[in-house]
C-alpha cells in the first residue's frame, strides 16, 4: 500500500517554462536590452543542456549559475554580464509562480490520501518562494531540495537521505516527475514506482522505464 508521494516542482506543479520566459523578459528590460520571445527558445535550449549535465554528474550546480548566462548570451550574440544576468533572473524567478495545469487539484486530491513531499534540484529558497506564492505549500508535508539534502537527483544519495528521515520503506512510495533522467530514471533505480508527467509529449530511451505515464496532471487519480 502507498503511503507517500515524492513529487518534482518545476514543469509537474509549476510551469518554469513560463516563469523563465516573464523573469527573462524582465531582466532584459532591466538592463536595457532588446527582448523578443524567440529568444527564450535559446534560453531554455542551453538551460536544459546545463541541467542535464549536472544530472550526469558533470558539472555542480555553482557551476551551472555561474556559466548559465553567459553561454545564453554568448548564443544571443548579447553583450551584457552574465553574473549580473544570473542574478537578476534570480530575483524574478524566485517570486514568480505560474503552476501547471490542475496542479492545485492534484495536490488536494494526494495530499488528502497520501503524505506528500515536493523534490527538486532547485535552490531551496527558490523553491520555498515560490510554492508559498501560489499557495501550494500547505500542501506538503516536508521538502527534499537538493541544497539542503546535499546531493542531487538521480543520485542514490539524493534518495537514501529522503528515506533516512522517513518512515516508509521504498515500496511505499511513488515517484512524480516530468524529467525522465531525474525523476524516473532515478527513482526505478532506486526501486520506486514512478509516473512520468510527459507534458511535451515526448518519447524516452529504451532504458528509461516509468511504471505510469500521463499526459496530464488529472491522470493521476485514475493511478494513486
Same mark, same amino acid.
Given at each position: ?18 516563469? *523563465? ?29 546545463? /541541467? ?16 548559465? /548566462? ?7 550574440? %548579447? ?23 490542475? *496542479? ?13 513531499? *515536493?523534490?527538486?534540484? *532547485? ?6 518562494? #515560490? ?35 522517513? +518512515? ?27 509516473? /512520468?508527467?510527459?507534458? #511535451?509529449?515526448?518519447?524516452? +530511451?529504451?532504458?528509461?522505464? +516509468?511504471?505510469?505515464? %500521463? ?10
Amino acid at each position: 500500500m502507498k503511503k507517500a508521494i515524492f513529487i518534482d516542482i518545476d514543469n509537474t506543479l509549476l510551469d518554469f517554462d513560463k516563469c *523563465a520566459h516573464l523573469s527573462m523578459k524582465h531582466s532584459f528590460e532591466d538592463f536595457g536590452l532588446p527582448f523578443d520571445d524567440s529568444m527564450f527558445d535559446t534560453f531554455e535550449r542551453v538551460n536544459l543542456s546545463l /541541467w542535464h549535465s549536472l544530472e550526469n554528474g558533470y558539472i555542480s550546480k555553482d557551476q551551472l549559475f555561474k556559466i548559465r /548566462w553567459s553561454t545564453v548570451l554568448a548564443a544571443l550574440n %548579447v553583450k551584457a554580464d552574465g553574473i549580473l544576468m544570473e542574478k537578476q533572473f534570480k530575483h524574478y524567478i524566485n517570486t514568480v509562480a505560474i503552476t501547471i495545469d490542475y *496542479a492545485k487539484e492534484i495536490l488536494e486530491y494526494l495530499s488528502s490520501k497520501y503524505k506528500v513531499y *515536493a523534490t527538486s534540484n *532547485a535552490t531551496y529558497e527558490q523553491q520555498i518562494s #515560490r510554492l508559498k506564492n501560489a499557495d501550494f505549500d500547505k500542501y506538503f508535508s516536508g521538502y527534499f531540495i537538493s541544497e539542503r539534502v546535499g546531493f542531487e537527483k538521480p543520485s542514490k544519495e539524493f534518495f537514501d537521505v529522503c528515506f533516512a528521515s522517513l +518512515p516508509y520503506s521504498v515500496d511505499e512510495v511513488t515517484m512524480i516527475g516530468d524529467s525522465p533522467t531525474a525523476d524516473i530514471k532515478g527513482g526505478v533505480k532506486y526501486g520506486l514506482d514512478t509516473i /512520468w508527467f510527459n507534458h #511535451r509529449g515526448e518519447s524516452l +530511451p529504451d532504458d528509461i522505464k +516509468p511504471k505510469f505515464t %500521463v499526459n496530464h496532471l488529472k491522470e493521476i487519480e485514475n493511478i494513486l
